[in-house]
């Protein structure tokens, strides 16, 4: 299974913008992005997903370079509430594929 | 969480008791998976059902645990024979058929053996 390296913790403060990198070397041909967040105590939620280039939703941005060995999570002006642990992950193409986690990065937002 | 319920939320078990914890998928989700979370780390992969199949249970122990999800109801996650090295928080996820195929995870289950 492809690994994944991301920084174990990053702090910010309100209204910032944070960019969490992931690193993925040997990302496979069918791999999708996924970043997860999860707070304590309870289960992670679904952020956003790409293949290749730039992805935005409501929540967050996901760039993707051409070689797609890494990938960042953008996350605008964030508030305390987006105090968590960030888990970027690879995913197979099809339903079967579990998910891998490794240890994430806690985000920490400071007032 | 698009709607995963799993139940009890926490389940206190004596070592050698059974514990059962349950998931319920959001209708049309007929993928259930289940991990396992011990403190400070992250989730780890237990097994992928879809509905009356074991599809793969590569992440569950061979003893004492096992996993099903029948045609009608819940998937069910067993642990027999309890020990404390069993607690942690168990996390269902549920996705459907066709990919990229995003999880969508439960609250947990906190089990605690005393």
């Known amino acids: 299974l492809a690994k994944t390296t991301q920084p174990i913790s990053m702090d910010s403060y309100e209204g910032q913008e944070v960019n969490i990198t992931c690193s993925h070397n040997?990302?496979?041909?069918?791999?999708?992005i996924t970043w997860y967040q999860q707070f304590p105590s309870q289960g992670p939620r679904f952020i956003i997903q790409?293949?290749?280039t730039k992805v935005t939703n409501e929540v967050a941005s996901l760039f993707i370079p051409a070689d797609r060995k890494s990938s960042t999570l953008s996350l605008p002006r964030v508030s305390l509430s987006d105090t968590a642990v960030y888990y970027c992950?690879?995913?197979?193409?099809?339903?079967?594929?579990?998910?891998?986690f490794g240890g994430g990065t806690r985000l920490m937002v400071k007032p | 969480n698009a709607g995963v319920m799993q139940n009890p939320r926490h389940l206190v078990r004596r070592r050698g008791q059974e514990a059962r914890l349950r998931c319920s998928p959001m209708k049309g989700h007929s993928h259930v998976y289940w991990y396992r979370q011990l403190p400070e780390e992250g989730l780890k992969f237990m097994v992928y059902l879809q509905k009356e199949n074991i599809i793969d249970e590569s992440g569950m122990p061979k003893e004492r645990f096992s996993a099903e999800f029948p045609k009608e109801g819940p998937s069910i996650l067993r642990i027999q024979q309890v020990v404390r090295g069993d607690s942690a928080a168990y996390f269902c996820a549920a996705g459907v058929a066709g990919g990229p195929v995003v999880q969508f995870f439960g609250p947990g289950t906190r089990l605690t053996v005393l």
């Open positions: 790409g293949y290749k």
């Open positions: 992950l690879l995913r197979g193409h099809n339903a079967g594929n579990m998910l891998t």
């Open positions: 040997n990302i496979a041909t069918n791999d999708y």
